[in-house]
């Protein structure tokens, strides 16, 4: 992987950074999305943030090896510790839990007042962060569900206000499953929640077969929940 290829995953990511944004890229590992986009000429000024040494190096020497060190600000710190209030106004949070990028979010508002724009990467648990949109006043404007190299990511973009929007009425459905993916239902999409599926119908076997405790029942009410509207979607 170098700068001027990035990872399917990565460039959708960059599909969605507004043109001349100023952009912070929080867990920016080698800084492979600032450099490219930089090199594109699509964004003129980013910060890489990294919380771990050993990337946060790979950044800095990538960065410097590419001449770029007036428009890359490559920092260490936690989350968006390393962005000041008014700096940037898109961010870029990729490869992480979606509770992970939640956290960083929840930890990091007050660095959030003048960005108009979060694309977020979650490998897993994109429930987490959609709940978290919602109750902070961000709306959802795009999504999209993509497989690469036999693994399925989903990329979320949000901007201030209109949280509900998307939702329409299907709010339990939405969160769990995304408003937009779920009118597209791509390949990726049908994959991603068939194994879903598979696994908790294997936990609620294991619960069935398990001692029955209040809070046994209580998960398999929730799983039973859960599998019937996913079968109900799918089986569309």
């Known amino acids: 992987m170098n700068s001027d290829k990035l990872s399917k995953r990565l460039e959708t990511v960059t599909k969605y950074i507004p043109e001349g944004a100023r952009l912070a890229d929080i867990g920016s590992d080698h800084a492979y999305l600032p450099c490219y986009m930089v090199q594109k000429g699509g964004i003129p000024f980013a910060i890489a943030g990294e919380v771990v040494e050993g990337p946060y190096r790979s950044a800095k020497s990538h960065v410097e090896e590419l001449g770029l060190t007036k428009k890359i600000s490559v920092r260490k710190g936690d989350g968006l510790a390393v962005i000041q209030p008014g700096e940037v106004d898109a961010i870029t949070i990729a490869g992480m839990g979606g509770s992970l990028i939640a956290s960083i979010l929840e930890q990091g508002k007050s660095k959030l007042a003048g960005v108009k724009r979060l694309i977020l990467q979650p490998n897993i648990s994109a429930i987490s962060i959609r709940e978290w949109l919602l109750d902070n006043g961000w ?58 599926l598979a696994t908790w119908n294997k936990i609620l076997t294991q619960l069935k077969q398990a001692s029955t405790s209040a809070e046994n029942e209580k998960k398999k009410h929730e799983l039973l929940k859960k599998i019937q509207l996913v079968e109900e979607i799918l089986s569309k």
């Open 139 to 196: 709306g959802l404007i795009a999504e999209e569900i993509l497989e690469e190299d036999g693994k399925i990511y989903e990329i979320l973009v949000a901007e201030q206000g209109n949280e509900r929007v998307a939702y329409g009425d299907n709010l339990e459905k939405g969160l769990l499953l995304g408003p937009y993916l779920l009118q597209e239902k791509n390949s990726a999409f049908q994959k991603k929640w068939s194994m879903e």
